[in-house]
């Protein structure tokens, strides 16, 4: 009876052994999984920084080189306004 009772035991931790077994392996594949998207995820936001960067780079080149001549093309019309008035 206690020989059979220790059996069970042992069948039953055996079986809960082999679950953790493949609960561990389950684990280090998605830990494998989530490391990935992780790195991709670095990678898109630094590329994400990087075309920000650049837009920024070229939106003050265009406010440099265009706001000089917006001003200059409203002094030539409020010149030519005033001139023929």
Avoid: F
């Amino acid at each position: 009876m206690k020989r059979n009772i220790d059996n069970e035991i042992l069948t039953t931790l055996k079986k809960i052994h082999e679950g953790q077994q493949q609960i561990i392996k389950v684990l280090s594949a998605q830990h494998g999984t989530v490391e990935e998207l992780a790195k991709q995820s670095r990678e898109t936001v630094e590329e994400s920084l990087g075309l920000q960067r650049t837009a920024l780079r070229r939106q003050r080149t265009i406010g440099i080189v265009a706001v000089p001549g917006i001003v200059a093309c409203i002094v030539a019309i409020l010149y030519l306004v005033l001139r023929y008035l």
